[in-house]
T-cell receptor
Framework: AQSVTQLGSHVSVSEGALVLLRCNYS??????LFWYVQYPNQGLQLLLK??????LVKGINGFEAEFKKSETSFHLTKPSAHMSDAAEYFC???????????????FGQGTTLQVKP | DTGVSQDPRHKITKRGQNVTFRCDPI?????LYWYRQTLGQGPEFLTY????????KSRLLSDRFSAERPKGSFSTLEIQRTEQGDSAMYLC????????????FGEGSRLTVL
């Protein structure tokens, strides 16, 4: 079964500093991986996804993530934090049963990003 | 392009009452998902449909919960005899079968049971 672990439920950075949100996954098949962002009282918005191909994936709002199979990681980064980046971030992996993608996503617990002025 | 819409956005009810949430997916999406999210947690899968067929229900979905998608378009999630533990954000998402797996989420319906 697939699973996702997000290391650190809260991350605090200063405006302009590097953002690093950590995600490790478990999957017996090549995974599809996702990062979503959620602002207060809103739904989830896709930031970026990895399916196949290039392991460094660029998303919206200047975020990017690198798929590292050897480390089973998919960490999210942004070179310079902006106040508007303060939100909750979720890493997710597609569920497989055998070799079939069920279409469901399995989410991590989330990381709250605080950006200090 | 209209995204996934959910109604109502907020619902406050008394314990023991029934509530119903509606979700309208993106029109060309044949898959529709319901997730539940409690404070400080990631979304947890409840159930999903492919067209009008309900393909899977989570063990989280007790017999007080029922979901339908009668014509393969919009879906409803009904909770009967609500309990305080049902207080949560109920998220609906849709996708295309055979796509790359990304789900498109609505704004959610927040339920508060007093």
């Amino acid at each position: 079964a697939q699973s996702v672990t997000q290391l650190g439920s809260h991350v605090s950075v200063s405006e302009g500093a590097l953002v690093l949100l950590r995600c490790n996954y478990s999957s017996s098949v090549p995974p599809y991986l996702f990062w979503y962002v959620q602002y207060p009282n809103q739904g989830l918005q896709l930031l970026l996804k990895y399916t196949t191909g290039a392991t460094l994936v660029k998303g919206i709002n200047g975020f990017e993530a690198e798929f590292k199979k050897s480390e089973t990681s998919f960490h999210l980064t942004k070179p310079s934090a902006h106040m508007s980046d303060a939100a909750e971030y979720f890493c997710a992996v597609s569920e497989y049963r055998g070799s079939s993608n069920t279409g469901k996503l399995i989410f991590g617990q989330g990381t709250t990003l605080q950006v200090k002025p | 392009d209209t995204g996934v819409s959910q109604d109502p956005r907020h619902k406050i009810t008394k314990r023991g009452q029934n509530v119903t949430f509606r979700c309208d997916p993106i029109s060309e999406h044949n898959r529709l998902y319901w997730y539940r999210q409690t404070l400080g947690q990631g979304p947890e899968f409840l159930t999903y449909f492919q067209n009008e067929a309900q393909l899977e229900k989570s063990r989280l979905l007790s017999d007080r919960f029922s979901a339908e998608r009668p014509k393969g378009s919009f879906s409803t999630l009904e909770i009967q005899r609500t309990e305080q533990g049902d207080s949560a954000m109920y998220l609906c998402a849709s996708s295309i079968q055979g796509g790359h797996g990304e789900l498109f989420f609505g704004e959610g319906s927040r339920l508060t049971v007093l």
